[in-house]
Every structure is written in structure tokens, then in C-alpha cells.
Nanobody, 113 residues
Framework: QVQLQESGPGLVKPSQTLSLTCTVS??????????WTWIRQPPGKGLEWMGG???????YYSPSLKSHISISRDTSKNQFSLQLTSVTPEDTAVYYC?????WGQGTQVTVSS
């Protein structure tokens, strides 16, 4: 069974870059037809799909975030990562990584000076 774990700083200052990593165990991120996704949930709001990376390294992003989101992977570490540039307090959320029906526990990121 695939397990995922998010990691990264819990506090980021406005205008800086938010960087999170998802470590995958129990399966390879290069397994055919698997897609690895980032979502987030701001306080008091619903889940927002951000984007992801495919087994072949292809990336796909939410149109609303496309100007400042980047998702990459490190196959040697079986990890994929999220970068969100020029963050604002509105980017404060719990961030989750996942694939199919498997999701990490989530990590709280607060954007504040």
C-alpha cells in the first residue's frame, strides 16, 4: 500500500517561496499510469486541487496557480515536490500530497510576516 508524507517549513513569509516535499513509500513514483497530486485546504474553505506530476514526469497545474506553481520529482529519492512562489497570506492552508485513494496526513503552512 502506498504511503505518503509531506514535509517542509510550517511558516513562510509573504513574497517568499513555499517549498514542500512528498516522500512516497510502498510504491514507485515512476509506476506506469500513476499521477501524483498536490491539494490544499485553506482555513474554513474547501479542498483546492493545485496540480501534479505523472509517472512519466509530465506536469499539470491549476490554471489559477499556473503563474507561480512548479511541481518536480526526484526519482532517486522517490519524492515529488511543490514550489509556490510569491506567496501571500491567502496561501495559508493545510497541504496534502496523494495519488488515487492514498493521501498524506497533511502539513500546515502559514504565510505570515
Amino acid at each position: 500500500q502506498v504511503q505518503l508524507q509531506e514535509s517542509g517549513p510550517g511558516l513562510v513569509k509573504p513574497s517568499q517561496t513555499l517549498s514542500l516535499t512528498c516522500t512516497v513509500s510502498g510504491g514507485s513514483i515512476t509506476t506506469s499510469y500513476f499521477y501524483w497530486t498536490w491539494i490544499r485546504q485553506p482555513p474554513g474553505k474547501g479542498l483546492e486541487w493545485m496540480g501534479g506530476i505523472g509517472y512519466d514526469g509530465s506536469t499539470y497545474y491549476s490554471p489559477s496557480l499556473k503563474s507561480h506553481i512548479s511541481i518536480s520529482r526526484d526519482t532517486s529519492k522517490n519524492q515529488f515536490s511543490l514550489q509556490l512562489t510569491s506567496v501571500t497570506p491567502e496561501d495559508t492552508a493545510v497541504y496534502y500530497c496523494g495519488t488515487g485513494g492514498s493521501w498524506g496526513q497533511g502539513t500546515q503552512v502559514t504565510v505570515s510576516s
